[in-house]
């Protein structure tokens, strides 16, 4: 039975070019929706992902830690199944055991829904959106691995030459050519690489410090970071067009559950997780309740999309807002994918740009001194 139970829970997982979804927070939505829509017991649904293995991710591109990953998702579903059976309610058990792969408004609606009686007809309605949009982040995460992955090797391999060659080198050199002076390229290569072997402990020990409390910190630090980038020109706009395509796909849920604008906004502002934008939510709630234009009103916001703007303006004249949140879901997330690819290739060219110039300053300082000691070798016999 678990294999067909998430087999055909997959009905909700399709997105908008009809593929499947195969993120965990896609599947894990499709088939809390699919149990609520047949009267299934939550924690037997649950059990049919486990049944049938852990479903492909970004951590499966790294295959050396994908097991690790696995693992930690198999627990975590495990620990929610087990805390349904003692007799937690749904929302409960996801806030407690698996927040970290579900968005904070799915969780919310999850409580109210349950609240209210109504999962069977909500679930659905919120697991189309999230299996599009936490695919868009799935393909931008995937494609992000590799250019990191091949940065942090040469980075290693750069270092390695810094802090145990070019020593080695110098030293030689020196040994040889007692009395010349030292090229002014080696003697800087020099310089560096005895910083780096006088500060590598401590640089490894901060890198460490980090890896163990950037994920405790990670929910304080993100929203301080944004609010520094949001200020900041150019940069600013891939951070709203990122946070534009979470509220668009969690307005246009909570409006087509029966919600209405100002409502749908309030929520939002209370899951979206970005201060800079729930206070630009609330605002317009409060707005709209006392009676003014909520197209007019969004558009005060000035999110800084453009086309945004002509959308909730096409949607209100049409009195269509959540089909018009579901179009702007669409549009904002071909945006971002083709805008992260045109980012990621210019990342990618720049690095190879930079790892280039190391290369080849370096090839110039050691060739350079290899023929100086060749010269003084041929000379000496």
């Known amino acids: 039975m678990g294999n067909n139970l998430l087999y055909t829970s997959g009905k909700y997982a399709e997105s908008a070019d009809g593929m499947l979804s195969y993120s965990k927070a896609g599947i894990l939505a499709s ?73 904070a408004y799915f969780l919310d609606a999850v409580e109210q829904a349950e609240k209210e009686g109504c999962l069977a007809d909500v679930m659905p309605r919120f697991a189309k959106r999230i299996n599009f949009m ?67 402990f401590t640089m490894f020990m901060f890198f460490l410090l980090f890896m163990i409390i950037y994920n405790p910190l990670k929910p304080y630090l993100k929203p301080i970071f944004e609010e520094i980038l949001v200020r900041i020109p150019f940069l600013n706009r891939s951070v709203k067009r990122n946070a534009l395509l979470e509220l668009a796909g969690s307005m ?23 201060p800079w934008m729930r206070k630009k939510l609330l605002k ?10 909520w197209a007019d009103e969004w558009r005060k916001m000035k999110l800084g999309v453009s086309i945004n703007d002509w959308i909730v303006t096409n949607s209100a ?26 980012r990621l290739r210019w990342i990618e060219s720049s690095g190879i740009l930079f790892i280039g110039l190391i290369v080849a300053s370096t090839a110039i300082a050691l060739l350079g001194s290899i023929f100086r000691i060749i010269g003084y070798l041929a000379e000496a016999f």
């Open 134 to 200: 936490t695919d868009i982040k799935m393909k931008i995460s995937s494609a992000l691995v590799f250019p990191v992955f091949e940065f942090t090797i040469i980075m290693l391999v750069i270092s390695g030459l810094m802090i145990f060659i070019v020593p080695k080198f110098e030293k030689i050199y020196s040994e040889l050519l007692e009395g010349t002076e030292t090229p002014v390229i080696l003697s800087r290569y020099v310089a560096v690489s005895n910083w780096l072997s006088s500060n590598f």
């Open 252 to 274: 246009a849920s909570y409006l087509a559950s029966g919600k209405d604008i100002a409502e749908a906004a309030e929520i939002s502002a209370s899951t979206i997780g970005r």
């Open 317 to 342: 004249a049409r009195n269509n807002p959540a089909e018009g949140f579901d179009t702007m879901l669409v549009w904002l997330s071909n945006d971002v994918s083709k805008s992260s690819v045109k």
């Open 31 to 103: 088939t809390i929706a699919w149990a609520a829509a047949h009267d299934i017991p939550f924690d037997e649904a649950l059990s049919t992902m486990t049944d049938c293995g852990t479903v492909r991710g970004k951590d499966d591109l790294l295959p050396h830690f994908s097991n690790f990953f696995r693992k930690k998702w198999s627990t975590s579903l495990e620990l929610a199944i087990i805390d349904i059976k003692k007799g937690a309610s749904l929302h409960v058990a996801l806030k407690k055991r698996l927040s970290n792969y579900l968005p």
């Open 284 to 293: 317009f709630a409060e707005s709209v309740k006392s009676g003014k234009d």
